[in-house]
């Protein structure tokens, strides 16, 4: 039997487990092993956070954004509480602001770690992955000795911050700080010199600087094709006028820089760390804001570990507020994959999805139905018309 | 170092033991600021309901008894519970607060998730009326 002309072959990877343990829909076309066309499907777990923030108060919502991502909630607590506190037009006192630094740098600390963990996982290095994880043990005890829990810190209140540091802890955040250091220096070691897990990583997944302008990338992923993008830097928040960081960044623009801007932002958390262990300032932790928000709208940006966070927030003068717009920094990267994964093979997938550490249940806002007649806009008697006639087949 | 570049750590943890805590068997003291099961301290308590008006979860209610005397007993739900410490927060009288060591709360049913902080004759009052069926007394939105 003569063989087709054409070998092109759709592979679908997900919606369950695709490299990682979140929901997501991938579609390679490869020809032969190579893939030449990626399409995602996103929105498995759309949760209806935003609308269910306007149903609860400011104080309560503060809660509900903090579950938004499990891996780093304190940022989203803390880009919704610095937005309802310009609306507020409220200023928390210094040492909450260098708190607020503190715990979101320890949690940058926690999500770089675990990424390395899972890159090297997906990459077959499974060694790395295990020693990796047993030191982010060192970060998470040390959040959970700060705020009292290993995910969600809960360490922001409106107006400030609810848990402060004494010495005892300083000298533990010290110490951990230095295990950790010299820790992540050996694993900076192995990234870059290691023949077997290089061969993975190197040339792989490239995104020149000009294409990530042109997609949008943010965070590490887009720091490691040379784009100087940092929200902490750009526009500094909470402690970071007082506590400046220095951006890191690479110029390949492959897996290997992703893992080394990575790494170097750790030591740049530690150096940050112990900065604001030494000159933490003194005084209140938390300034009086009122229960009803007055009228306005804000937008509120901070840096997460994986790039940008974006919180829009709407008051209507009342105790709940109007509209909160999460945009989590996974929704840009993931265009980044679908251009990277062309001319790379099948095999090499997890690793280059796995290289934006995407959070796919964060990003996950709304799902838009595309009607029989391309409709798209929906009302509710039609929704549920829709819904009993689906679970009818 | 062109492979194997992890060895070291490999063969060092043969001489060393496992680092996974013995947990049931062993115990080790939880940090002070754990936010574990929240303990109500009627002594202060002005029925303001700040607690209750602030919690994401609804997790505690307050059930008033004698509101001239300030008696009121406090339903807490285990389950419900997020353990965020914003009750501990909104408090102004310091009633409350979040216990770091009792923190293993699990359970095989859930009567042990329904948590009552008063005085006992109230307490006792309560759950006797709750069982003959009659309404009690909801507790009005502050």
Known sequence: MPRQKSERFIVPIGPQHPALKEP???????????????????????????????????????YLMERVCG????????????????????????????????????????????????????????????????????????????????????????????????????????RGMDFLEERTRHYLKVVTEDDTFLGRTRNIGVMTFEEATRLGAIGPTGRASGLLRDVRMDSPYAGYPDFPIQIVTAKAGDLEARFVVRIKELFE??????????????????????????????????????????????????????????????????????????????????????GIDPCFSCNDRMVVLNGPAGQSLWDWEKLRQYGIEYYKK | MPIGSMLGDIVKSFFKKPVTEKYPFVKTAAPENLRGKLV???????????????????????????????????????????????????????CLEMSDDQWELAATHKEPFEVYYGREEDIKFLLEKAALGAPEEACPEA
């Open chain 1, 24 to 62: 997501g829909h991938f579609e390679f076309t490869v020809e032969g092993e190579v893939v030449t066309n990626a399409t995602a499907r996103l929105g498995f777990v759309h949760r209806g956070m935003e609308k269910g923030a306007e149903s609860r108060t400011w104080t309560q919502d503060l």
């Open chain 1, 71 to 174: 891996i780093c909630s304190h940022v989203h607590s803390m880009a919704f509480v610095l937005g309802v506190e310009k609306l507020a037009n409220v200023q928390a006192p210094p040492r909450a602001q260098a708190i607020r630094e503190l715990v979101a740098e320890l949690e940058r600390i926690h999500s770089h770690i675990l990424w390395l963990g899972v890159a090297a996982h997906e990459g077959g290095f499974d060694t790395l992955f295990m020693f990796s994880w047993r030191d982010r043990e060192t970060v998470m005890d040390l959040l959970e000795t700060i705020s009292g829990n290993r995910v969600n810190y809960s360490a922001n209140v409106l107006g400030g911050v609810k848990v402060d540091i004494n010495e005892r802890q300083k000298d533990e955040l010290l």
């Open chain 1, 269 to 354: 958390s530690y150096r940050l760390v112990r900065e604001i262990v030494e000159k933490i300032p003194s005084g209140d932790l938390t300034t009086k804001i009122p229960r009803r928000i007055p009228e306005g709208e804000t937008v509120s940006r901070v840096e997460a570990p994986r790039g940008e966070l974006f919180y829009y927030i709407k008051s209507n003068g009342t105790d709940r507020p109007e509209r909160v717009k999460v945009r989590t920094p996974s929704l840009c990267n993931c265009a980044s994959v679908l251009t990277t994964a062309i001319g790379h093979k099948l095999a090499d997938m997890p690793m280059i999805l796995a």
């Open chain 2, 40 to 94: 109500w301290n009627p002594e202060n308590c002005s029925g303001c309901q700040l607690c209750i008006k602030d919690c994401p979860a609804n997790a505690i209610e307050l059930i008033t008894i004698d509101k001239v005397n300030k008696r009121f007993v406090m339903r807490y739900n285990l389950d419900k519970c997020t353990y965020c410490a914003q009750c501990v927060v909104s408090c102004r009288f310091h």
